[in-house]
């Protein structure tokens, strides 16, 4: 986990990875034991949801409020 926003959702974890490979097991673990509302992932990858984890892909980190 690298970052950690707070929003009218609550605390947001936020991971940011500069490959493919987005095995995180700090951001499960943090989700595991704080259940937030959701978590956000920062990848070359595109957008995506799953597993309460909110994929953005790195061009668009701008959107992310």
């Known amino acids: 986990m690298d970052?950690?926003?707070?929003?009218n959702d609550g605390i947001i974890p936020v991971e940011v990875k500069a490959d493919d490979n987005v095995g995180s097991k700090s951001l499960k673990v943090y989700m595991n034991r704080y259940h937030p509302n959701y978590a956000i992932r920062?990848?070359?990858?595109n957008f995506g949801f799953a597993n309460n984890i909110k994929s953005v892909p790195l061009y668009a980190v701008f959107l992310i409020k």
Request: aromatic content about 22%; cysteine-free.
């Open 3 to 7: 970052f950690i926003l707070y929003n």
């Open 42 to 45: 920062i990848s070359t990858k």
